[in-house]
T-cell receptor, first 115, second 109 residues
């Protein structure tokens, strides 16, 4: 069983649709992240959850709405997206430890296409 | 100035060569340094993780950090076609992990 699992792997949605991305981590970590990966751009941090509490919202538009019901699950709810939101959305988790830093482990990503 | 700079490549080298991948950074608050490998249509996979200046070796991979120059490197010895991927450097400060753009590497058989 992989450490971080994302579903679906691929998603095509219209601009008026509502959909959700799901992430589950089986590593016992206490922090989870959403990143956006677009072509020729660095990975962009979107949201950070630490012990289920949102600690970072990196100026993400409100059409992206995260939810973290427990430390193992993370959702990204999508509504009225734009074509420029098409990208690979990556979930990651880490064990926050000030002595060791915060290396992240990633899922396989959801390839999102907005039409 | 971007916090993390990485040449996107592509970089093509013959099989068996030593590969050198590099990143520079501007913020001296970065404390932890990582290299990830990402194959096409996959999520990034953590390769190396280091904290202090100096070298860290793991098999064919060596990560090097020079905090005084704000420069990190990843060396791949005896490169294989299976090493063809995008390599991303990453650094963490506070609770954020900041990534470079990634360098596309092609190992030619």
């Amino acid at each position: 069983e992989t450490g971080v699992t994302q579903t679906p792997r691929h998603l095509v949605m219209g601009m008026t649709n509502k959909k959700s991305l799901k992430c589950e981590q089986h590593l016992g970590h206490n922090a989870m992240y959403w990143y956006k990966q677009s072509a020729k751009k660095p990975l962009e941090l979107m949201f950070v959850y630490n012990f289920k509490e949102q600690t970072e919202n990196n100026s993400v538009p409100s059409r992206f709405s995260p939810e973290c019901p427990n430390s193992s699950h993370l959702f990204l709810h999508l509504h009225t997206l734009q074509p420029e939101d098409s990208a690979l959305y990556l979930c990651a988790s880490s064990q926050r430890d000030r002595a060791r830093g915060t290396e992240a482990f990633f899922g396989q990503g959801t390839r999102l296409t907005v039409v | 100035q971007k916090e993390v700079e990485q040449d996107p490549g592509p970089l093509s080298v013959p099989e068996g060569a030593i590969v050198s991948l590099n990143c520079t950074y501007s913020n001296s608050a970065f404390q932890y340094f990582m290299w990830y490998r990402q194959y096409s249509r996959k999520g990034p996979e953590l390769l190396m993780y280091t904290y202090s200046s100096g070298n860290k070796e793991d098999g064919r991979f060596t990560a090097q950090v020079d905090k005084s120059s704000k420069y990190i490197s990843l060396f791949i010895r005896d490169s294989q076609p299976s090493d063809s991927a995008t390599y991303l450097c990453a650094m963490s400060r506070d609770d954020k992990i900041i990534f470079g753009k990634g360098t596309r590497l092609h190992i030619l058989p």
